[in-house]
């Protein structure tokens, strides 16, 4: 029987809440660039294939540059050539508006960028974009879900050069198979305590004793540490700038709001008036002197 790795209730400092995460784009990145063999294992987990089956693997982007951490626009990708196929892997901790098109977009601009002008169509490469999801996207039970271009009807395969897979980690079971690589991957990602991370040590599964200690170099240095507060800095003041915006919004919405709604009563008061005067018989002229209304607003009373 396959050993299994099961979800724990237990209480206790083993429970204590990891202070780095390796959902944190910026950890996963400089974990899998610096550990080739790592990212190796990850790229054929979640393209289903055998480690050995990856003849090139190469990353276009591994640089992590500091003056980018603050942009809201930074997308810490891992963006790689693999056996003639570009992969594109990012992980995404959360959900924004449109995040299916956005992916689509994304895609799109790899798959364009990946031709050089001039060169024939058929020479484009398979692309691939693969989300890892720290939040539910698909009202399914599958954790993985993968896209393709199919006529509607047939289901015939446009081209294969299309593929967008997305992990969504909430839909993990929490017993996971140690020979199932993708499902212990996916499970070190979404690690949360530290019981999490020594139940995964407990599997013995070598790449995951490797990856944790990894985790644990790299989180320790100062370079890490620096780049991850820079990166909260810059989240904490996007949420106040957006705050902010939203505070100001609503009280210029409110003022508005007023001013409009004592234009409102000062116009019902006028009419009000001079209905009045012209149900004693008032000239339109001297009804408009007296309210403020024009000759046409007063016949149209009428």
Not at 13 to 29: G, N, Q
Not at 82 to 102: C, H, M, P, T, Y
Not at 119 to 124: C, Q
Request: some cysteine; charged content about 30%; overall charge negative.
């Amino acid at each position: 029987m396959r050993d299994i790795l099961e979800g724990k209730n237990q209480e206790g400092p083993d429970m204590a809440e990891l202070r780095y995460k390796i959902t944190s784009d910026i950890l996963f990145k400089m974990m899998f660039t610096r550990y080739e063999d790592l990212l190796q294992s990850l790229v054929a987990a979640v393209l289903d294939i055998e480690p050995c089956d990856i003849k090139s693997l190469t990353v276009r982007n591994p640089e992590i540059l500091p003056e980018g951490i603050g942009d809201k626009f930074c997308r810490l990708d891992l963006c790689m050539d693999v056996n003639g196929e570009l992969v594109d892997l990012e992980i995404q901790v959360a959900r924004r508006g449109s995040f299916k098109e956005r992916a689509l977009f994304y895609w799109s601009k790899l798959f364009a960028a990946s031709l050089e002008g001039g060169k024939d169509y058929s020479l484009a490469p398979r692309t691939i974009l693969i989300s890892i999801l720290d939040f539910d996207l698909f009202d399914c039970e599958s954790m993985r879900s993968e896209f393709a271009l199919l006529e509607e009807t047939r289901h015939e395969l446009l081209t294969d050069r299309l593929g967008i897979y997305f992990f969504e980690l909430g839909k993990l079971p929490e017993a996971i198979d140690r020979e199932d690589m993708l499902q212990v991957w996916l499970k070190l990602i979404s690690a949360k305590t530290e019981e999490d991370l020594a139940a995964l040590e407990r599997l013995e599964v070598e790449k995951m004793t490797q990856a944790i200690e990894a985790y644990r170099k790299i989180t320790a240095t100062p370079r890490y540490q620096e780049l991850e507060r820079m990166r909260s800095k810059a989240r904490h003041d996007e949420a106040q700038a957006l705050s902010d915006a939203r505070k100001q919004g609503l009280e210029q919405g409110l003022e508005q709001g007023l001013e409009q709604g004592h234009k409102l009563g000062q116009r019902q008061e006028q009419e009000s008036t001079a209905r009045r005067l012209l149900a004693m018989g008032l000239a339109a002229g001297q009804i408009s002197e007296a309210t403020g209304l024009t000759r046409n607003e007063i016949e149209s009373l009428g």
